[in-house]
């Protein structure tokens, strides 16, 4: 492959933070930059506190725990996600309840929530899929009218907008990736936030071994290691001082696109222009024929392109099947989607490349 899916930036302060640590030897989770980057990041999404963890998934998992939800309770998830959001919940030991998305911003639907409601349900995890925001207006009246939590899962929109306030803001508790193909990365990690202290609180001990604050080595409730590293942190801390402009040039290349790619028949870029919505450039997104799906990403591949088929839905794998609510427009939305490469050096010559091969497969 000569043009990758995706490939992290690494071109700002990230390697000196990182010799930092190793100058100061401050490897582990202890050290001034984990604390620096749950800052820069929590104040960057307008909410008072974050607690950095060791990835995106335990993030999730965490923010379930702290919440109270457990065995009995229904958790309501959609079905077009990476499968880390029902898996934390799966973890915790309650019942996901999968509903469909909507059609135009393959987000999960607010009227499949509000119909897949039950007395158990506790709790709704909406993701903003390939960098579009959920309807939060519309999730939280529905959590406001039954008394649920909010999970949002931010891991693909960082930066992304709902009615002017950032993804991240809305829920009782909201959890990130940095993964290495998400848009701000560590490598691997993590964040919850939230505007709750005593929330907040209760994180950093569970993700501490359930340890005292105060009493060391005296463990309270049953916690886990989820501790983000000082190394992590220090290349997050970096991330945060570029993350306007690595936002920038993913929204420039999400016009190139656009630009080059609206004329092709049979293929629909990914909506960005719904009301309420400022969504972010995550991975360039489109859907074709369901049949000529397979063709276009071949021969893209055979030039040299990276790309990637949607997930499967959930709906779709033997283990999760049990928790399906409703799963028809995510069912055929997923059979269509292709994700093209998203990285900075890539040429409008590229893309040109890119449209005329699915000119002709199309
Ligand atoms: C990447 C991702 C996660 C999990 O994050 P990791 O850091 O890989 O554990 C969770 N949810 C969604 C929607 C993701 O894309």
Partial sequence: MIIPISEPSLEGNEKKYLMETVASSWISSAGEFVSKFEHSFSDYCGVKHGVATANGTVALH?????????????????????????????????????????????????????????????????????????????????????????????????????????????????????????????GEGGMCVTNDTELNDKMRILKDHGMSKTKRYYHEVVGFNYRMTNMQSAIGAAQMERIDEMLMWRKELEKAYKSRFSEIQHLQLQKDDLANRKKVTWLISALVPAKKRNN?????????????????????????????????????IAEQGINFPTIRRLSNENIDDMAKILRDCL
């Fill in 296 to 332: 276009c990403v071949q021969k893209l591949g055979e030039a040299g392109f990276d790309t990637r088929v949607f997930f499967y839905p959930l709906s779709s794998m033997s283990i999760y099947k049990s928790y399906v609510f409703s799963d028809k427009i995510s069912t055929a």
């Fill in 62 to 186: 965490l923010a379930l725990v702290a919440l109270g939800i457990g065995k009995g309770d229904e958790v309501v998830v959609p079905n077009l996600t990476f499968a880390a959001t029902i898996n934390s919940v799966l973890y915790t030991g309650a019942t996901p309840v999968i509903v469909d998305i909507e059609q135009e911003s393959w987000c999960i639907s607010p009227e499949e929530i509000e119909k897949a409601i039950t007395k158990k349900t506790k709790a709704i995890i909406p993701v903003h899929l390939f960098g579009q925001p959920c309807d939060m207006e519309r999730i939280c009246d529905i959590a406001n009218k039954y008394n649920l939590k909010i999970v949002e899962d931010c891991a693909q929109a960082h930066g992304a907008e709902y009615l002017g306030s950032k993804v991240g803001s809305f829920g009782d508790i909201n959890c990130f990736s940095f993964y290495g193909n998400k848009i701000v990365t560590t």
